[in-house]
């Protein structure tokens, strides 16, 4: 009769060192497979650089926009916003650059940038400032795809007769062709090339 209280005793330590072995692990699980275990993806930049983005993607298709119009005074506008937002970007706010490279291609193709939209603003004809905004593209595209902004898709078009027949690119946030090379004389010139939604990876 003595054994029973030992073995009843004996079966409620097992049961416990059970309990507590299953709640040990169970807290610790997610403590191994946490977030803050995982790599940082390049591009899973921080809600500061994609606002800091937004805006020099805004100012971008502003001038995209009037040139489309052939509006000069609309064109310089933006290209000052354009400026702005180019020496404004938060590159710090860039995450998983733990080499930096990223970040310096950045701030290469940020100063591109806002050179280029000086160019602009200071070319007299409406014909200079598309010639400039060729160049601005192909900064504002390099630098989309190296940050991979995960924001609003982006289209790349494409219009082969620009420039005596070389041919030129914009970036669009539609997918309907707005040629900013000719406006009105061939508005819908052009074909999509190419397209860039981080926001799906």
Same mark, same amino acid.
């Given at each position: 009769?003595?054994?029973?209280?030992?073995?009843?005793?004996?079966?409620? +330590?097992?049961? =416990? @060192?059970?309990? /507590?072995?299953?709640?040990?692990? $169970?807290?610790? !699980?997610?403590?191994?497979e946490g977030p803050h275990q995982q790599p940082i993806a390049q591009g899973a930049n921080t809600g500061t650089f994609n606002e800091s983005f937004?805006?020099?993607?805004?100012?971008?298709?502003?001038?995209?926009?009037?040139?489309?119009?052939?509006?000069?005074?609309?064109?310089?506008?933006?290209?000052?916003?354009?400026?702005?937002?180019?020496?404004?970007?938060?590159?710090?706010?860039?995450?998983?650059?733990?080499?930096?490279? +990223?970040?310096? =291609? @950045?701030?290469? /193709?940020?100063?591109?940038?806002? $050179?280029?939209? !000086?160019?602009?603003?200071?070319?007299?004809?409406?014909?200079?400032?598309?010639?400039?905004?060729?160049?601005?593209?192909?900064?504002?595209?390099?630098?989309?795809?190296?940050?991979?902004?995960?924001?609003?898709?982006?289209?790349?078009?494409?219009?082969?007769?620009?420039?005596?027949?070389?041919?030129?690119?914009?970036?669009?946030?539609?997918?309907?062709?707005?040629?900013?090379?000719?406006?009105?004389?061939?508005?819908?010139?052009?074909?999509?090339?190419?397209?860039?939604? /981080?926001?799906?990876?």
């Open positions: 009769m003595r054994r029973r209280p030992l073995i009843i005793l004996v079966s409620l +330590l097992i049961i =416990l @060192a059970g309990l /507590y072995l299953i709640f040990w692990n $169970g807290n610790k !699980k997610p403590d191994a937004d805006r020099l993607l805004t100012a971008y298709y502003s001038v995209k926009d009037a040139l489309f119009a052939s509006d000069t005074v609309k064109a310089n506008k933006a290209a000052a916003d354009l400026i702005i937002a180019a020496d404004s970007l938060k590159i710090d706010e860039i995450n998983g650059d733990t080499t930096g490279t +990223l970040k310096g =291609l @950045a701030s290469d /193709y940020a100063g591109t940038l806002s $050179g280029s939209g !000086k160019g602009l603003v200071g070319e007299k004809t409406i014909d200079a400032k598309r010639k400039e905004f060729e160049m601005m593209t192909e900064a504002m595209w390099n630098l989309s795809r190296s940050v991979k902004y995960a924001g609003r898709k982006i289209y790349y078009q494409y219009c082969p007769m620009a420039f005596d027949n070389k041919g030129a690119y914009w970036m669009s946030n539609e997918r309907a062709i707005q040629n900013p090379y000719f406006g009105d004389k061939m508005p819908d010139c052009g074909s999509l090339e190419d397209s860039l939604d /981080y926001s799906k990876h």
